[in-house]
């Protein structure tokens, strides 16, 4: 009996043993959007293919966010692969918390992957995550309801444009807003639309000495804009409306126009969830008058391995198979091409089935305006276009978001909105030691 | 002498009473509404309430994109093993600090529920590390003591409370008749006390399973409880209410379940001691 039980008890250590020697295994964090959950789906085809098997994390975008930060910080190892986006990855890869990806095969074919997104993954030219999917903003707008008030969309409007075309579909008593924007606080956000609106109109965050500029006239002017737009045209309670609350109204006809992420077209197209699918049209995100910088962001979530992981080889080889070519084509085979992870690969743009896609050009040409390392008019110190690439910025681009909140709310004025931000940012500046 | 009460005013009651029920059951009725409908009926204003088409899609999403069962097993071992543990604790100090109680019984108390006032996340870094440290990370183990841990002083509190109620002097016969401290606890204290222990392990079961800071932070794949599967299902990009909605019914199906059968127990606990 004694006997029976120890031997049931070894082979039991020893099973225990074995998978832990044998069974390789990645755990990778992500978050919950339709290419994560697609890339998911088709992940058994890698481990087919390399006998490397996935634990996948999937949480939400802010949870994500801090957990993989203090699990990097902390050294704590808990994930292989980690989902980050533009902001983190030049903070982290100057820390050296983020493994170069120097050892992708040359057939991944760095070169392909579209400039913009390139720059802005990497940190002194050294590329330290892969794009998975990118996107820029630009232009959603009702074709029907255009053409009802007897206007055209150009393909490249500038903000009067915007303004003559939102009062023109604004339509009160049947629930029609002229504009959908977003209001909610948050430097992903609100702040990063009002960010894209100032770069537009001239104004920048800091002066090439790391001074503070939101009082200047140009920021003055951007917001003054924004809100008289929000507080004549847009939905009521806009100070709450974030991505998908607009999507909502938007999918609902409750929007005339809408400028967002271009990857909200193909929701805003699909005919299962939006009433108003076979009429949106694209343009690309607006400019002012006579200046030439137009409102449109980049970003990327894009994946990297963390500095330390046991498993730098096998995450490499992942990393290579979810953003090569071949992915592309595997998605495509299975899904069809408006399923494709979007704005990262030139081939993908240069492929005639893709580029039938009623959005994939201006999805195309919107990423192709933005450029990270030049996102203002004027010169300034820092990289990102609707955020600042600092450690700082999640707390003063927070803060400040919730100044302009309380603007669109009607709580306070686009003076006195800017003049608290400013303080606030300064003494955050200060605090920091720049 | 009972005070006479008049029909008119005890419908009076039972309305107010319902309404504050429905009103408190609301959420969860439309949570449980809206795990039915398509992702547009459940963004659709006005809203639909029930005379829409039912579907069943969004739970077949939610099984074939996650393994629910092993967030739930995840989820039954540390909410239950952290009770487990925790009434291993808190009921000898309960005892002590009910029947024999010194000088200092009382500061003590204030002091571990102090602890309850410090905000989790103060201390999330140095936990980390020493998780870290201990290779406690995304363990089971790991989560069961950290649980334990936060829901101690709740435990010690309401077993003291109850303890405080039996009379001393049943105690005391049960040692004059020779009981020792083990047959004291086990054959006189425990049976009468049992209302109060059982809602004990009932709330912090409750707890233990609805806590979703640590269970979130110190898990990854392998340890992760049903908090971590319904935070999977929220999105920054595209509408996922219905999904959500369904991954949350799937998550407190079993403890609402729980919560239903024993809802006499936890009442009689949580009231026990109140009129005297």
Redesign the interface.
Known sequence: MRLGKSLVASTALALIAASGAYAQSL?I?T????DM?RM??LSSEFTDATGIEL???????N?LR??VT?DIA??????DIMTIGMYETPIWAERGWLVALDGLPDDYDKDDILPAMRAGLSFDGTMYAAPFYGESSMVMYRTDLMEAAGMDMPEEPTWDDIAAAAAAMTDRENNINGICLRGRAGW?ENTAFITTVANSFGARWFDMDWNAQLDSPEWLEALTFYNDLLQSYGPPGAANNG??EN??LF??GRCGMWID?T??AS?VTNP??STVADSVGFALAPNKDGLDKRANWLWAWALAIPAGTQQEDAAMEFINWATSKAYLELVAEREGWANVPPGTRTSLYENPDYASIPFADMTLRSINAADPNNPTLEPVPYVGIQFVAIPEWAGIGTQAGQEFSAMVAGQQTPEQALARAQALVTDEMEAAGY | MARSVTLQRKSFNTLIAWIIGLLLFFPILWTILTSFKT??QA???PPVWFFFDWTLENYRVVQE?SNYSRFLWNSIIIAGGSTILGMIIAIPAAWSMAFVPSNRTKDILLWMLSTKMLPAVGV??PI??IF?QLGL??TRIGLTIVLMLINLPIMVWMLYTYFKEIPGEILEAARMDGAGLKEEILYVLTPMAIPGIASTVLLNIILAWNEAFWT??LT???A?PLT?FI??????????YAKLSAASTMAIAPILILGWFSQKQLVRGLTFGAVK
């Open positions: 755990t964090a978050v919950n959007n339709g959950i998911q789906a634990e996948w994390v999937i949480l939400e975008e949870i801090q957990r203090q902390t050294s704590g190892g808990q994930f992903g991505f998908n999507l909502t999918q609902q992420a990857v909200a929701f299962n969830d | 992702e547009a963004i659709a204003d994109r999330l870094y980390y590390l870290i990370l995304d979130l932070n990854a794949a392998r992760a971590a935070a999977s299902y929220s999105s920054p990009e595209g509408l996922f």
